[in-house]
């Protein structure tokens, strides 16, 4: 069992306060386990000014509260799974300009999962799964009298029911294969018969939406003293948009202290209830993606990696807004390309952690919304440089400290508008963001763990840059916060 409490705060109101509990037992075969969290904060303390030149202090009106309950029993081959969701914020930002008041969004997540692992002999293991879902995105029910200050009212249903079936299957010491099939059924429902008629109603002024999706997978793997070959592919066909074909190969060997991965995988994402209900038209799009990875053991305590990937995306699902009017389209292309090296250090002492990525858009990319005028290696939003230092030392058995730093360069985004109402995009300036923790375990007595840090240090101020060209200026993210954290631990 572990009981455990976190205060944050920000220079002149709280940051964040929160309670979690996870408790676990094992009794013979029989195994439980319960976590639940519960938790309030603040997205920031800072003024937002939207496109219009209008602003709106968040301290007090940029709140998030998260609830969430996860239980899990295991008996034998049976895994029952049962999860709880409920996210709550507060926001007077809309689509590009703000509202007069603040409204309520609610996102409720409600999930159980039942599989079973049949053993067949020391070879052969089946495992039926039944699984549920239904969430509530975006719930709005706050509706002004203001034609000015209109805020979007959203109330529907996702429900999605999954059945499937695996088998695992060891020919031999070398040779596996996993292959099944699964069958989905999708549906979204209005909850509110007021506003079927209206913008938020699905295709057609319906109150509902539903689709079926069936799908068989295969995959193979030998291992042999050349190298490790992965051959797979999954098959899906759609009631709404037909059939997909998605095969992957991988090849990987470790060589002594030298190891290498290469990975070819073709990969699609069919349109979801309100991709559909915002364009019927809608197409699936589909991912190449080609990786390459090579890593060497330096010592017994470090290691060094490298990762190479280029990913294509055509007939990409792209989200765009008109007014306060949600769509989608498809694009022709886009895609990426980059890098990812890493360095890890693990002595007794503690550990060290360096990262560095790299990306660039394609040179042929189409999707218009992403786009950085003065620069097509770049989309709007993201840092094409990112360095990450993540270490922890042992200053005592008992007593560490954790210092961590993310450096981003410099990214493009919207600032203001011009006199034809067209976004007007600059750079912002490059971030480093840094955290202190010092951790004390058994902290005056044996169980109860004590810790407290400080987040952005130097008062970097990130903001989170809209990522694709909807007018809404760059929003504050959290400021400098110190923090403190306690949890209690009863038992193994």
């Known amino acids: 069992l572990e009981v455990s409490g976190q205060y944050g705060q920000y220079s002149d109101t709280y940051g964040r306060r929160n309670l979690s509990l996870a408790y676990g037992k094992r009794l013979d075969k029989l195994s439980i386990s319960?976590?639940?969290?519960?938790?309030?904060?603040?997205?920031?303390?800072?003024?937002?000014?939207?496109?219009?030149?209008?602003?709106?202090?968040?301290?007090?009106?940029?709140?998030?509260?998260?609830?969430?309950?996860?239980?899990?029993i295991g008996y034998e081959g049976l895994s029952v799974r049962l999860f709880a969701e409920k996210y709550e914020n507060k926001t007077l930002d809309n689509y590009d300009a703000i509202t007069k008041y603040a409204t309520l969004q609610r996102f409720e997540t409600y999930a159980a999962n039942v599989k079973y692992d049949f053993g067949i002999g020391k070879?052969?293991?089946?495992?039926?799964?039944?699984?549920?879902?239904?969430?509530?995105?975006?719930?709005n029910k706050s509706v002004s009298t203001n034609e000015n200050d209109y805020?979007?009212?959203?109330?529907?249903?996702?429900?999605?029911?999954?059945?499937?079936l695996t088998t695992l299957y060891d020919y031999s010491k070398d040779l596996n294969f996993v292959f099944g099939g699964e069958f989905y059924r999708d549906k979204g429902v209005v909850n509110t018969s007021d506003i079927v008629s209206s913008d938020?109603?699905?295709?057609?002024?319906?109150?509902?939406?539903?689709?079926?999706?069936?799908a068989f997978f295969a995959q193979g793997t030998y291992n042999s003293s050349f190298a490790n070959f992965t051959l797979g592919a999954r098959y899906d066909y759609n009631s709404t948009f037909g059939g997909f074909f998605a095969p992957r190969v991988a090849v990987t060997k470790v060589i002594d202290r030298f190891h290498f991965k290469l990975l070819a995988d073709r990969a699609f994402r069919a349109p979801l209830v309100e991709n559909i209900s915002a364009n019927?038209?809608?197409?699936?799009?589909?991912?190449?993606?080609?990786?390459?990875?090579?890593?060497?053991?330096l010592s017994k305590s470090s290691f060094l990696s490298a990762n190479f990937f280029y990913q294509t995306i055509s007939d990409a699902i792209v989200y765009y807004t008109l007014g306060s009017q949600d769509n989608y389209?498809?694009?022709?292309?886009?895609?990426?390309?980059?890098?990812e090296l890493e360095y890890r250090l693990k002595e007794k002492w503690g550990y060290l952690n360096l990262g560095y990525s790299f990306y660039a858009t394609m040179s042929d990319d189409e999707v218009k919304y992403y786009a950085v005028p003065e620069n097509k290696n770049e989309h709007l939003g993201f840092a094409p440089h990112k360095v990450t230092i993540n270490s922890s030392f042992k200053i005592t058995e008992k007593l560490s400290i954790s210092p961590s730093v993310i450096l981003l360069s410099k990214r493009d985004g919207i600032y203001a508008k011009d006199a034809g109402g067209n976004s007007e995009?600059?750079?912002?300036?490059?971030l480093a963001l840094a955290n202190?923790?010092?951790?004390?375990?058994?902290?005056?007595?044996p169980g109860l763990d004590a810790g407290a840090g400080v987040y952005d240090i130097f008062g970097q101020n990130y903001t989170f840059i809209q990522p694709y060209d909807g007018q809404h200026l760059p929003l504050p993210g959290p400021p400098r916060e110190f923090v403190v954290r306690l949890a209690y631990h009863i038992g193994g």
């Open 34 to 72: 319960v976590g639940g969290f519960i938790g309030q904060a603040q997205l920031s303390n800072k003024t937002y000014t939207d496109i219009n030149g209008d602003a709106y202090n968040m301290k007090g009106q940029s709140e998030i509260r998260p609830l969430s309950v996860n239980v899990g």
């Open 123 to 139: 070879s052969l293991i089946l495992t039926p799964q039944v699984s549920y879902l239904r969430q509530l995105p975006w719930n």
């Open 151 to 164: 805020s979007p009212y959203y109330d529907k249903t996702v429900d999605r029911i999954k059945a499937s």
């Open 200 to 214: 938020e109603s699905f295709v057609e002024k319906n109150d509902q939406l539903s689709y079926n999706n069936v």
């Open 280 to 297: 019927p038209d809608i197409k699936p799009e589909y991912a190449t993606v080609f990786e390459a990875e090579v890593g060497y053991q």
């Open 329 to 339: 389209t498809n694009a022709e292309k886009t895609g990426s390309r980059g890098m």
């Open 425 to 430: 995009m600059r750079e912002f300036k490059a």
């Open 436 to 445: 202190l923790y010092v951790l004390h375990r058994d902290f005056l007595t």
